[in-house]
């Protein structure tokens, strides 16, 4: 449960003090570009959320759309149903931007987080009574926290500490961000590859429009290790899930880097009901092929040793079982592994393409629902007890229905014609017409936590 409060403190942020406090500073909301100079060069991933446009869009909701007059009081409530008290002043500007970036501290990524500070006496009380944030340093009202844990936790301490009072070499002096950051999207950020396996320097940014978040980017590939290839089909898109990418995703090889490919389409799944022991037997419609052999072969070396799997080499399947039992086939040859259902052993790719993409995805959430097809054993038909497992299922498969707000999610990321920039082009698109994206997302995220509150009610 502490999780979904700390989630619950996000939306308080998000929902409770921006409202108020815009209707004051409606017309002289400015992005803050000074906080970048906090960023140290070190940085391996910057992100930007602009706080002024993600307000004005949620007051304009608030104020003018009137298919929002319960939905948003209804957020307002759960969020401020939580363990953190409607009045409590927690002394952040939430009309400045904010500021996340990670630096890299041996094997972990350490992220942080820079506010502005209005009232240091009221954000020093808050933190300590959430215990939210491992460490932080406040300097002339600008606060780094430290977000995430890691070994050397004294000299991140120290270094923190060296950040807020600007003691660090600064991310400007390799990178001007306001030459690249627009002021004008909800969220933008960068990232820098260690490796320039694939591309050197990316960003990216994301909008929150009508009926739509999008997501657009662009990643520098000059100087990059390798020139990818790309995907000649187009993924499926009349099925739940299907991804498609030539990015290496487990080998770190430069023969697999070249040639790697992973594919994968999910249909649905058969759910058989019987009298055993565990009653639900699992068949997902799913067929994935993939490249990388010598990773999986790793994987099905170890395999057996995690407890509820079960690797059948003679009968080429695949069982785990915990509370259900998950079964599949597969195939592992010298030059692809491949994963199936015996009923989706046929030809399960899309359209030839001839466009330069290396990653493809699209989702449709319904039909995950949708194709799920129960079925009866009939040779050893379910018992009463294990009817009412498969009810308690569905009604958890029912609740997720209601939560759902999204009709798609899509992703590519292809090459530039002239191959020196790898360009990301995404949308999540929700189901509602008459609404905004940043309100569906709010709802949907706020009903998913009650959701969750009440599946863990039925354990």
């Known amino acids: 449960m502490k999780k979904i409060v700390n989630y ?105 987080l820079v506010v502005k500070v209005i009232n240091d006496e009221s954000f020093k009380r808050f933190i300590e009574s959430q215990k939210l944030i491992k460490e932080y340093a406040l300097v002339n009202g600008i606060a780094v926290c430290q977000l995430t844990v890691t070994e050397q936790q004294t000299e991140v301490k120290a270094h923190l500490i060296k950040i807020a009072n600007l003691k660090v070499k600064s991310f400007d002096a390799k990178i001007d961000l306001s030459t690249y950051f627009n002021t004008e999207n909800d969220v933008n950020s960068y990232v820098s590859s260690s490796t320039g396996q694939y591309f050197i320097d990316g960003f990216s940014s994301v909008n929150f429009k009508d009926t739509l978040i999008e997501l657009k980017g662009e990643h520098i590939t000059i100087g990059s290790v390798v020139e990818l290839n790309t995907l000649n089909t187009s993924v499926m898109k009349n099925i739940p899930f299907a991804f498609s990418t030539t990015l290496n995703l487990f080998d770190d090889s430069k023969k697999e880097i070249e040639d790697s490919y992973f594919n994968v389409n999910y249909h649905g799944t058969n759910l058989v009901i019987s009298n055993n022991e565990v009653p639900i037997h699992i068949y997902p419609q799913v067929k994935l092929f993939a490249s990388n052999v010598n990773y999986w072969e790793k994987w099905f070396d170890k395999g057996n040793q995690f407890e509820g799997l079960k690797i059948d080499s003679l009968e080429n399947r695949i069982d785990f079982t915990k509370e259900v039992t998950f079964s599949v086939n597969y195939k592992l040859d010298k030059e692809y592994f491949t994963l199936f259902s015996n009923s989706t052993v046929g030809n399960d790719y899309g359209l030839k393409s001839t466009s330069n993409a290396v990653l493809s995805l699209h989702v449709n959430p319904e039909l995950f629902i949708e194709n799920i097809n129960y079925i009866d054993n009939e040779l050893n038909p379910p018992s009463m007890v294990s009817q009412l497992k498969v009810n308690v299922m569905k009604n958890v498969i029912d609740e997720i229905v209601m939560v759902n707000k999204v009709k798609n999610i899509n992703l590519s990321i292809k090459y530039s014609d002239d191959k020196a920039k790898l360009l990301s082009e995404g949308a999540i698109v929700f189901k509602e017409k008459k609404g905004h994206s940043i309100i569906e997302a709010l709802l949907m995220i706020v009903d998913l936590m009650s959701s969750i509150e009440m599946i863990e009610g039925l354990e």
Not at 16 to 36: A, G, Q
């Open 8 to 112: 619950r403190l996000v939306f308080y942020f998000a929902m409770v003090f921006p409202i108020v406090y815009s209707v004051f500073n409606f017309s002289i909301l400015k992005t803050n570009t000074s906080l970048y100079k906090y960023i140290p060069q070190s940085a391996k991933q910057v992100i930007e959320v602009n706080s002024k446009n993600l307000i004005n869009k949620v007051v304009f909701q608030y104020f003018y759309n009137e298919h929002y007059n319960e939905g948003i009081k209804a957020v307002k409530s759960k969020v401020t149903n939580s363990s953190i008290d409607k009045n409590t002043d927690i002394g952040v500007d939430f009309i400045s931007n904010v500021i996340l970036f990670s630096e890299e501290w041996g094997s972990h990524h350490v992220w942080y």
